[in-house]
């Protein structure tokens, strides 16, 4: 079992940059795969990033990057150039550590409660 707590969400302008925050809990997280992914209102959970155990990071979104810290049970999403379109509640995910990176919500086993990211324009 993995406890996900997401924070770091707010409102900021257009432009801006925002650095949201997961902590984990429970097993060693070096056991598994982390992503992120948001949802907008009325639009289907979306992939946003996903860093493997070891550290390598896997995005469709250039202008996000995602790290964590083993040691601290930490992953971090890192956001800028916000849009308006990029306004959505953020989920911090754990899968069990695969061969490969999963992009899709459905092979991840854990989840957090969401933080909320809204873009002015």
């Known amino acids: 079992q993995v406890q996900l707590v997401e924070s770091g969400g707010g409102l900021v302008q257009a432009g801006g940059s925002l650095r949201l925050s997961c902590a984990a809990s429970?097993?060693?997280?070096?056991?598994?795969?982390m992503g992120w992914f948001r949802q907008a209102p009325g639009k289907e959970r979306e992939f946003v990033t996903a860093?493997?155990?070891?550290g390598s990071s896997y995005s469709v979104k250039g202008r996000f990057t995602m790290s964590r810290d083993n040691v601290k049970k930490m992953v971090y999403l890192q956001m800028n150039s916000l849009k308006p379109e990029d306004t959505a509640v953020y989920y911090c995910a754990a899968k069990i550590r695969g061969a490969v990176v999963a992009d899709t919500a459905v092979e991840y086993d854990y989840w957090g409660q969401g933080t909320q990211v809204t873009v002015s324009s």
């Open positions: 860093i493997s155990w070891s």
């Open positions: 429970g097993r060693s997280v070096t056991n598994y795969d």
